[in-house]
């Protein structure tokens, strides 16, 4: 989701209304399971290498840009965005952003 589209943006033909994005935005109560967020990508991403489907690159990839994001979340740099609407596609689009084409194969 590199481009900021929300998760349902591809499958309509017009904008979502203000009000429901703002409705189905979880991100302001949900980003404070960060950790576990990060913690279950990265056992994700160790069992996708583990079964050849990424490489062992990737996962490393993955797991360092993972750690960075939990360190700019603790130390309060990390740009939340509502319009991302919930903790996960917030931690998958900076990593995208800080990896790129490794980040998107965390979801293979």
């Known amino acids: 989701m590199s481009d ?3 998760t ?3 499958r309509f033909t017009e904008a ?3 009000f429901v994005a703002r409705l189905n935005a979880s991100v ?3 980003k404070r399971l960060y950790a576990e967020d990060i913690d279950g990508s990265k056992a994700h991403a160790t069992m996708l290498a ?3 489907i990424i490489s062992e690159e990737d996962a490393a990839a993955i797991h360092s840009g993972l750690e960075q994001i939990r360190q700019e979340i603790e130390t309060g740099i990390f ?3 509502a319009s991302l609407e919930d903790v996960h596609m917030n931690i998958e ?3 995208t952003a800080l990896i790129g084409d490794a980040g ?3 979801h293979t």
Do not use: N
């Open 16 to 18: 979502t209304d203000a």
């Open 93 to 95: 689009h900076r990593l």
């Open 28 to 30: 302001e109560f949900d």
């Open 8 to 10: 349902w943006g591809g």
């Open 50 to 52: 583990e079964q050849g």
């Open 79 to 81: 740009e939340w965005s």
């Open 4 to 6: 900021g589209q929300s």
């Open 104 to 106: 998107a194969r965390l």
